[in-house]
């Protein structure tokens, strides 16, 4: 076996893989970029090498750089995890002529799935059921308008070079295709340098049903079931499960059996994945081949107990497969879900940070292939390429986590999931935690009502409009505030809490002391932001709370432990969560998280004067417009520049009617998080 391996990657992937590594006993070498120095997968390897600047291009795309890397550090093999080198067929010679094993499939079969147009004619040829169509060579815009009338509206137009959702174009009616065809190739050229198009059917209320296939270098080839990711937003994954749903045994051998022509037809090697989409009647059509391992690759090892990062080493090194057609299983059900650094809210921005803190599922058994010797599937499965206190920075991929559950059967798992997405808690940036839990619990998903037009279909109930936080949470960030002052106020005078002058108790002679508390959503989170008006009298043990003017309760404390909290509000008792982080106090009660700004009229006496100056960069990025001018006078909510970073475009506004006093920055130039853009000064 190989005694060292290089992991070409970072984040999630490139721990589970030096994971799998340690556990057989390999030693592992992490590369990284000048923004990963820190980085948790540099800590779990075993050796660690700087590969340059923190874009990819100029460190984990550097193929060159890493083959050097290996040779240099002695390891035999290079793991390419998935995306950047993974399905990069030029990466995978260069490998081979320096001596060293790709853990991947073989060259030649990456450039034969490379093109989608190609990887048809293929297909076809191997008797694979392909989505009715064209996609041949021809390109003449009067002869693919034939073609698309043939194949009947609606019609997606494809780049046969895309990816990523990229270069897709649905049309509806004849009338429209040549102007559809024209911006298809346009943006085909521009994202892939090669502007060839097909045309396909397109499906309605499709389902996308992918089969892992594994081959071996003696002859071997197999599947792995099914998964399911009909759950996407823009074609991209949110939720993916296997097996699928109401998947009869006939059909799961027919499709397993169709991904495994396909696979030999280009003289596949390791672990590979065959896209189909499918009707909902039960037809299913080959949609491409993922020459790699899928982020979504957990689940298959979770219902089959095995471990596909094991296998795939053990292929590269030259063993057979280990296990037979015959002997695999399904075994229960599971669920994986993408937790991201997004805002749902807010289009899915994606949202850059520190995870100041980081709460994790209980009774998790980070166990690959099931709890040791028992045969049994860990439940809660967390696949993270990040601690609490680490960043998620601009340059890469906003994924904090995927975690997956196993249950008996898609039941158990759904209520895993639930449950284990109500203890996520994270602190420090917007996530989609609570959007997935929505999701998870909603109808559709439950009921296994899928199709990739889930999310949309469900808008009403998957984004609520922005409910009031309940008293329960107030009365929460309430308590929390006040024995925090009542701890301060005893640091500061360092006097045992017996000394009345060292406490912060609220003590008032001849009458209780009544104190407002003033709240609002998190303006980040909820648009538009709610203020809450809290007003808290203290007693001698406990206090009364009345939120908005409303009826007094009794509200006491009747058990903290740090953040965690238990208090009695009127008949009913509460626990929850309360974790400070600035100005932010973040409840987590019920299963819900409320983000609440604490308006603490201390922290911003005097500031009211620069308020209308701050107008910053909500995250580092490129400035692409400037739409007002020095001296100009604003409205509020006129758009001033518009930036991009993480391939959005944000537009930065005027908070209040005003002037431009100054503008900062150019088109083209480059601005760091937080960076003023430009001076403004708000009308009197
Ligand atoms: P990419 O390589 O850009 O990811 P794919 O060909 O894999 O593109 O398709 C991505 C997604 O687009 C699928 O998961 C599915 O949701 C949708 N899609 C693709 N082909 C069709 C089709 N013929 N009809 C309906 N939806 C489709």
């Known amino acids: 076996m190989f005694t ?48 340059g600047p923190a874009p990819a291009k100029e460190s984990y795309l550097r193929g060159d750089k890493i083959i050097e ?76 308008q034939t073609q698309a009338d043939r194949i009947g509206y609606p019609v997606l137009l494809k780049a046969s070079a895309g990816g990523g959702g990229k270069g897709m174009r649905v049309i509806e009616h004849a009338a429209d295709f040549k102007a559809a065809l024209a911006s298809c190739k346009r943006e085909a ?19 996308h049903i992918e089969i892992q296939v594994f081959a071996d270098t003696h002859g071997n080839c197999i599947y792995l079931f099914e998964r399911d990711c009909s759950v996407q937003r823009r074609h991209q994954k949110v939720l993916e499960e296997a097996p699928a749903p109401n998947m009869p045994p006939e059909r799961r051998a027919a499709m397993g059996e169709a991904a495994v022509a396909a696979a030999k037809a280009v003289g596949y090697v390791g672990a590979g994945t065959v896209e189909f989409i499918a009707n909902q009647d039960g037809s299913f059509y080959f949609m491409e081949m993922n020459t790699r391992l899928q982020v979504e690759h957990p689940v298959t090892e979770m219902i089959t107990g095995t471990d596909l990062v094991e296998w795939q080493i053990r292929v590269a090194f030259g063993e057979a497969l280990p296990r037979k057609q015959q002997e695999l299983a399904i075994h229960g059900h599971a669920i994986e879900a993408r937790i ?24 998790v058994t980070f166990e690959l292939g099931g709890a040791p010797g028992t045969g049994v599937p860990a439940a809660v499965r967390i696949d993270s390429g990040v601690r609490e206190g680490d960043a998620i920075s601009p340059f890469y991929d906003p994924m904090i986590a995927k975690l997956i559950v196993w249950g008996a059967d898609r039941k158990q798992a759904l209520a895993r999931m639930a449950q284990a997405l109500a203890q996520y808690k994270i602190v420090g940036l917007a996530t989609n935690i609570a959007f997935l839990k929505r999701l998870v619990e909603g109808d559709a998903f439950a009921g296994a009502d899928l199709d990739t037009g889930l999310i949309e279909r469900n808008q009403d109930s998957l984004f609520p409009a922005a409910h009031s936080a309940p008293s329960a949470a107030l009365a929460l960030a309430a308590v929390a505030l006040i024995e925090a002052e009542k701890d301060a106020a005893a640091a500061q005078s360092g006097a045992n809490r017996a000394d009345p002058w060292g406490q912060a108790l609220g003590w008032r002679m001849n009458f209780p002391y009544a104190r407002a ?24 043990t406990d206090w009364l709370f009345a939120r908005d003017g409303g009826e007094p309760q009794v509200l006491s404390l009747m058990q903290q432990d740090g953040s965690d ?19 932010l106090l973040h409840v987590f009660t019920g299963g819900h998280h409320y983000p609440l700004h604490y308006n603490d009229p201390m922290a911003h006496a005097g500031e009211s004067e620069a308020e ?31 930036m991009e970073a993480m391939k959005m475009e944000h537009t930065i506004a005027a908070p209040h009617d005003g002037l431009v006093e100054e503008i900062l920055y150019n088109v083209g130039d480059q601005v760091a998080d937080g960076a003023p853009l430009l001076a403004f000064k708000a009308a009197a």
């Open 4 to 51: 060292k391996i290089l992991i070409a990657n970072r984040g999630e992937i490139a721990c589970r893989v030096a994971a799998t590594a340690r556990r057989m006993g390999i030693k592992t070498v992490a590369v990284y970029s000048e923004a990963d120095a820190n980085a948790k997968h540099v800590a779990v390897c075993d050796e660690a090498v700087l590969l």
């Open 69 to 144: 890397v290996a040779l240099a550090t002695g390891a035999q093999a290079i793991h390419p995890g998935y995306g950047f080198l993974s399905e990069n067929a030029e990466f995978a010679d260069a490998c081979a002529a320096a001596g060293l094993v790709f853990i991947g499939p073989p060259a030649s079969a990456m450039r034969a799935m490379g093109s989608k147009s190609a990887a048809k004619s293929l297909m076809e040829q191997a008797n694979v059921p392909l989505v009715p169509g064209y996609h041949g060579d021809e390109q003449d815009a009067d002869f693919l």
């Open 189 to 207: 050229i521009s994202s892939f340098g090669d502007d060839k198009v097909l045309a396909e059917k397109y499906l309605l209320r499709p389902r």
């Open 340 to 363: 991201y650094a997004e805002n749902p809210e807010k289009g899915f921005l994606p949202s850059i940070g520190t995870l100041r803190h980081m709460d994790t599922p209980a009774a």
């Open 517 to 540: 508390l003033s709240f609002s959503d998190d303006y980040a989170a909820a648009l538009p932001a709610k203020a809450y008006g809290v007003a808290v009298t203290y007693r001698a």
């Open 565 to 583: 909290l238990s208090i009695k509000l009127g008949d009913t008792a509460v626990h929850g969560t309360v974790r400070r982080d600035g100005e």
């Open 612 to 642: 209308g100056g701050r107008l910053t960069a909500p995250m580092p990025g490129k400035v692409v417009a400037v739409l007002a001018a020095k001296g100009q006078d604003v409205k509020k909510g006129e758009a001033l520049v518009i």
